[in-house]
């Protein structure tokens, strides 16, 4: 089967740093996705991990734990501009995409 | 970067409508086309995926009747709505998969997006 999990939604302060977490169980693995996507548009993307360990670029970094079935998005220095849905989305072995049901975070002044 | 178009933006229309949606890449070619489908505040659902040059695959519950998937060429898919109702308002995704070599990892690029209403 297929899950993945996200927190619904989450609220920062402009300034801070948020980690936004996602686990998954997915019959197949082979990376995962961080999107980014404001209101009525569609999904950029972030970042991809497919071996353990951080990938840092810029204000975003992104963790994965394939052992644990986690990753984590890391935003910091968050600025207005922040304020989206961020998916994470497991690449089942190349064939398509799982996405999480995505965190919406609100970037407070 | 890859780049990803979709037309039109925006459909409005009468239930019993069919409505086509075409999605291109546009600097790449994809062999692999998906479309989704993203009600307000959820995330997206995978419909189907297009391959170029044969039968579109459907997720478990979507009617391919309904939605009829055509990947004719390496940088356009199409997706048409029949006789389209109300309850299938909704806005509609389609993402490409750029390959980059061997063991390269392939992100999805995606559309603009579709908002498809149908009074």
């Known amino acids: 089967g297929q899950n993945i999990d996200q927190p619904t939604e989450m609220t920062a302060t402009e300034g801070a740093i948020v980690q936004i977490n996602c686990t998954y169980q997915t019959s197949g693995f082979n990376g995962l996705f961080w999107y980014q996507q404001h209101a009525g548009e569609a999904p950029t993307f972030l970042s991809y991990n497919v071996l353990d360990g951080l990938e840092e670029k810029g204000r975003f970094s992104s963790f994965l734990s394939r052992s644990k079935g986690y990753s984590y998005l890391l935003l910091k220095e968050l600025q207005m501009k922040d304020s989206a849905s961020y998916l994470c989305a497991v690449d089942n072995y190349g064939q398509n995409f799982v996405f999480g049901p995505g965190t919406r975070l609100s970037v407070l002044p | 970067g890859a780049v990803v178009s979709q037309h039109p933006s925006w459909v409005i229309c009468k239930s019993g409508t069919s409505v086509k949606i075409e999605c291109r890449s546009l600097?790449?070619?994809?062999?692999?086309m998906f479309w989704y489908r993203q009600f307000p505040k959820q995330s997206l659902m995978l419909m189907a995926t297009s391959n170029e040059g044969s039968k579109a695959t459907y997720e478990q519950g979507v009617e391919k009747d309904k939605f009829l998937i055509n990947h004719a060429s390496l940088t356009l898919s199409t997706l048409t709505v029949t006789s389209a109702h109300p309850e299938d308002s909704s806005f509609y995704i389609c993402s490409a998969r750029e390959r980059e070599g061997q063991g390269a990892w392939e992100t999805q690029y995606f559309g603009p997006g579709t908002r498809l209403l149908v009074l």
């Open positions: 600097d790449f070619q994809a062999t692999t």
